[in-house]
C-alpha cells in the first residue's frame, strides 16, 4: 500500500477494483478485431483465422489465447469457470478464473452446469454441455500439420488444395512402428468434410465429444490464430477402416467415485509402486462422490459423519 | 455534422458490446436463430439491430460500403462519429449495409482459397424476419432450422462457393438472425 494513502483513498481505491479495468481487460478494438475473428471462424468450422494476438499478463504457453477468446465473449451477467487438465483447482486454472473475476467482475464456479463460459486447457468436461454454453479452448499449436510439414506457406497451402494425405501417413507410419495408432492427445479430427483440425491437446477420448450442443471456440495466443465449431457440427477423428479410431482410457474404475465411464489420470501415491486411477475432471469426480459414489481407493466415511 | 450523430451510441461501450456480441455470435453459430439486441438508437431508417452490429464490429480497421438507399448524410455521420469505419466501394468492403434488392452482391469480397476469412459481412436490413420459410442446415443446426430469406438460390450459390463465400446478418427492428456460407438452404 502506498503509504501517503489514507484509509478513505484505500477505501475508495478498493471500491472501485475492476473499474481500474476496461470491461474484462482488453480494449474495445482489440474486442472487435477479436470479435471479427470468431464470427469468421464459425462461419468457416475448422479453419484457422489469423487475428493480431495481444500481450497478456501471463506469459505464452499459459493460456493467453483462450483468455483473449474468453475477454471478448465474457458479458457482466456470464458465470464463469476454468479448467486445466479436468481440474478446477489448479495454478493456471485459479489465476484464469481470478483474473476475470477481477477485471470483469464475472461470476465464478467450478460447476460445469452452472457455468455459461468454460475455458479449458486440454480437457473437455465430462458432464454435456448445453446449447447455451460456450467452451474457449486454449492451443499451443493450432496447425495439425506443423509437426509433419514446419512452413506455414506450404501448410497454408495444403489446407487449400484439401490435400492431407501427410496427416494419414503419419497415422499410418504410427500403425506400422506400433501396430496401433498411437497418437493419444490433439488427435486430428475432420471438420465437416472439409477442414483437418488440431482440437488442442484433448486426449483422444474426449474426441468423441467434439460433436456437442454448446459453442466451442479455440484460441492460440502465440501463434496468433482462432477457430470455432459451432454446435452440431460434424467432427470426424481421422482413421483407416482397418484400424478404426478408438477413445481409450486407462482400463480402471475411478479410485475415488468408481466412475467407469470418465478419463483417468494415474497417481503415484508411494515408493512401492502403488498408484491411484482417479477422475481428472474434478467436478464430476466430487459430485459423484457428493451422491455417495465411493470408489475402492476412497477415503473411509466415518461413523457419524455426514 | 449534425448534434443528431453525436448521440444513440452505446451508452456504456465495453458491457453493452459485450451483450451485443453475444447475440451476433449465437445467431452466426446458429444459422437461423433470432436474437434480439439493444443499446443502439441509430437514425431514422436504420433498424436499432443494424445500428448494434455496427457498433459492435466495425471500427477504423473496417471498409464498410453503404447500399444507395442507406448513403445519406446523416447515416455517415452518424456511423463515422461511432464508429470511425471509413466508406469503401463494394469490392473493397469488409461489412455492407443495405436492403437486399440495393447490394451489388456480385461485387464484394468472397476471400481466397487459402484465406477464406477475408471476405465480407453483408447487413442486410429485412422488413420482415421469421422463423419459418427456406429451410436451413449444417453446421450450427441440429437437424434442420427455418428463416425468412429475401432470396434462396443465391444462399446455394453462395454456399457452393464454401470455404469462400459471404456471410450474413439480416436485421429487423431489434432482432437480428445470421447465415454463414457453411449453412445449405433448402
Same mark, same amino acid.
Given at each position: 500500500?502506498?503509504?501517503?494513502?489514507?484509509?478513505?483513498?484505500?477505501?475508495?481505491?478498493?471500491?472501485?477494483?475492476?473499474?481500474? +479495468?476496461?470491461?474484462?481487460?482488453?480494449?474495445?478494438?482489440?474486442?472487435?478485431?477479436? /470479435?471479427? =475473428?470468431?464470427?469468421?471462424?464459425?462461419?468457416?468450422?475448422?479453419?484457422?483465422?489469423?487475428?493480431?494476438?495481444?500481450?497478456?499478463?501471463?506469459?505464452?504457453?499459459?493460456?493467453?489465447?483462450?483468455?483473449?477468446?474468453?475477454?471478448?465473449?465474457?458479458?457482466?451477467?456470464?458465470?464463469?469457470?476454468?479448467?486445466?487438465?479436468?481440474?478446477?483447482?489448479?495454478?493456471?486454472?485459479?489465476?484464469?478464473?481470478?483474473?476475470?473475476?477481477?477485471?470483469?467482475?464475472?461470476?465464478?464456479?467450478?460447476?460445469?452446469?452452472? =457455468?455459461?463460459?468454460?475455458?479449458?486447457?486440454?480437457?473437455?468436461?465430462?458432464?454435456?454441455?448445453?446449447?447455451?454454453?460456450?467452451?474457449?479452448?486454449?492451443?499451443?499449436?493450432?496447425?495439425?500439420?506443423?509437426?509433419?510439414?514446419?512452413?506455414?506457406?506450404?501448410?497454408?497451402?495444403?489446407?487449400?488444395?484439401?490435400?492431407?494425405?501427410?496427416?494419414?501417413?503419419?497415422?499410418?507410419?504410427?500403425?506400422?512402428?506400433?501396430?496401433?495408432?498411437?497418437?493419444?492427445?490433439?488427435?486430428?479430427?475432420?471438420? &465437416?468434410? /472439409?477442414?483437418?483440425?488440431?482440437?488442442?491437446?484433448?486426449?483422444?477420448?474426449?474426441?468423441?465429444?467434439?460433436?456437442?450442443?454448446?459453442?466451442?471456440?479455440?484460441?492460440?495466443?502465440?501463434?496468433? /490464430?482462432?477457430?470455432?465449431?459451432?454446435? +452440431?457440427?460434424?467432427?470426424?477423428?481421422?482413421?483407416?477402416?482397418? +484400424?478404426?479410431?478408438?477413445?481409450?482410457? =486407462?482400463?480402471?474404475?475411478?479410485?475415488?467415485?468408481?466412475? &467407469?465411464?470418465?478419463?483417468?489420470?494415474?497417481?503415484?501415491?508411494?515408493?512401492?509402486?502403488?498408484?491411484?486411477?482417479?477422475?481428472?475432471?474434478?467436478?464430476?469426480?466430487?459430485? /459423484?462422490?457428493?451422491?455417495?459414489?465411493?470408489?475402492?481407493?476412497?477415503?473411509?466415511?466415518?461413523?457419524?459423519?455426514? | 455534422?449534425?448534434?443528431?450523430?453525436?448521440?444513440?451510441?452505446?451508452?456504456?461501450?465495453?458491457?453493452?458490446?459485450?451483450?451485443? !456480441?453475444?447475440?451476433?455470435?449465437?445467431?452466426?453459430?446458429?444459422?437461423?436463430?433470432?436474437?434480439?439486441?439493444?443499446?443502439?438508437?441509430? @437514425?431514422?431508417?436504420?433498424?436499432?439491430?443494424?445500428?448494434?452490429?455496427?457498433?459492435?464490429?466495425?471500427?477504423?480497421?473496417?471498409?464498410?460500403?453503404?447500399?444507395?438507399?442507406?448513403?445519406?448524410?446523416?447515416?455517415?455521420?452518424?456511423?463515422?462519429?461511432?464508429?470511425?469505419? @471509413? !466508406?469503401?466501394?463494394?469490392?473493397?468492403?469488409?461489412?455492407?449495409?443495405?436492403?437486399?434488392?440495393?447490394?451489388?452482391?456480385?461485387?464484394?469480397?468472397?476471400?481466397?482459397?487459402?484465406? %477464406?476469412?477475408?471476405?465480407?459481412?453483408?447487413?442486410?436490413?429485412?422488413?420482415?424476419?421469421?422463423?419459418?420459410?427456406?429451410?436451413?442446415?449444417?453446421?450450427?443446426?441440429?437437424?434442420?432450422?427455418?428463416?425468412?430469406? %429475401?432470396?434462396?438460390?443465391?444462399?446455394?450459390?453462395?454456399?457452393?462457393?464454401?470455404?469462400?463465400?459471404?456471410?450474413?446478418?439480416?436485421?429487423?427492428?431489434?432482432?437480428?438472425?445470421?447465415? @454463414?456460407?457453411?449453412?445449405?438452404?433448402?
Amino acid at each position: 500500500m502506498n503509504p501517503a494513502m489514507t484509509q478513505s483513498d484505500q477505501d475508495r481505491h478498493e471500491e472501485r477494483g475492476m473499474n481500474d +479495468y476496461n470491461f474484462a481487460y482488453l480494449d474495445e478494438q482489440t474486442k472487435r478485431m477479436i /470479435r471479427r =475473428a470468431i464470427l469468421k471462424g464459425l462461419a468457416i468450422p475448422g479453419y484457422q483465422v489469423p487475428f493480431a494476438s495481444r500481450e497478456m499478463p501471463m506469459p505464452y504457453g499459459w493460456g493467453t489465447g483462450g483468455v483473449q477468446v474468453s475477454a471478448a465473449v465474457l458479458t457482466p451477467e456470464d458465470t464463469f469457470k476454468v479448467i486445466d487438465q479436468g481440474a478446477d483447482d489448479t495454478t493456471n486454472a485459479v489465476s484464469i478464473r481470478r483474473f476475470f473475476q477481477k477485471t470483469a467482475g464475472v461470476a465464478v464456479t467450478e460447476a460445469t452446469t452452472e =457455468a455459461s463460459v468454460i475455458q479449458t486447457r486440454h480437457r473437455i468436461p465430462e458432464a454435456a454441455l448445453r446449447e447455451d454454453q460456450v467452451l474457449v479452448y486454449q492451443v499451443p499449436i493450432p496447425e495439425p500439420l506443423r509437426f509433419l510439414e514446419p512452413s506455414e506457406v506450404e501448410t497454408r497451402k495444403m489446407h487449400e488444395l484439401e490435400e492431407y494425405g501427410l496427416m494419414h501417413v503419419k497415422l499410418y507410419e504410427d500403425i506400422a512402428q506400433h501396430g496401433a495408432i498411437a497418437t493419444a492427445y490433439a488427435y486430428p479430427v475432420k471438420v &465437416e468434410g /472439409r477442414y483437418v483440425m488440431d482440437p488442442s491437446p484433448i486426449p483422444k477420448f474426449d474426441n468423441p465429444k467434439l460433436e456437442m450442443a454448446a459453442i466451442q471456440l479455440f484460441g492460440a495466443g502465440r501463434e496468433q /490464430r482462432i477457430y470455432a465449431l459451432p454446435p +452440431y457440427t460434424q467432427v470426424v477423428s481421422l482413421d483407416f477402416e482397418d +484400424y478404426p479410431f478408438e477413445a481409450s482410457k =486407462a482400463d480402471h474404475p475411478c479410485g475415488l467415485c468408481g466412475a &467407469e465411464d470418465s478419463y483417468l489420470d494415474e497417481l503415484i501415491v508411494d515408493d512401492a509402486g502403488g498408484r491411484l486411477f482417479m477422475c481428472s475432471d474434478t467436478d464430476y469426480c466430487a459430485a /459423484r462422490q457428493a451422491a455417495g459414489h465411493r470408489g475402492a481407493d476412497a477415503a473411509p466415511v466415518l461413523e457419524g459423519m455426514a | 455534422m449534425q448534434t443528431l450523430s453525436l448521440t444513440g451510441g452505446f451508452r456504456d461501450a465495453p458491457k453493452d458490446a459485450a451483450f451485443a !456480441f453475444r447475440a451476433v455470435m449465437n445467431a452466426m453459430a446458429k444459422p437461423g436463430e433470432i436474437n434480439r439486441v439493444t443499446g443502439a438508437e441509430p @437514425p431514422a431508417g436504420l433498424s436499432i439491430a443494424a445500428g448494434v452490429v455496427l457498433l459492435t464490429l466495425c471500427d477504423p480497421e473496417t471498409p464498410l460500403y453503404l447500399a444507395p438507399g442507406f448513403d445519406r448524410p446523416e447515416v455517415r455521420d452518424w456511423i463515422t462519429f461511432h464508429t470511425g469505419a @471509413p !466508406f469503401a466501394p463494394a469490392n473493397a468492403a469488409h461489412f455492407a449495409l443495405g436492403a437486399w434488392d440495393d447490394l451489388p452482391r456480385g461485387d464484394f469480397p468472397l476471400g481466397t482459397a487459402a484465406y %477464406p476469412d477475408r471476405s465480407a459481412t453483408l447487413i442486410v436490413e429485412v422488413d420482415d424476419l421469421r422463423s419459418d420459410g427456406a429451410t436451413l442446415s449444417g453446421p450450427g443446426i441440429k437437424d434442420s432450422a427455418a428463416l425468412s430469406l %429475401p432470396d434462396r438460390m443465391a444462399f446455394q450459390q453462395n454456399a457452393a462457393l464454401f470455404p469462400r463465400g459471404l456471410d450474413f446478418i439480416f436485421t429487423c427492428g431489434d432482432r437480428l438472425a445470421a447465415l @454463414p456460407r457453411s449453412t445449405k438452404v433448402s
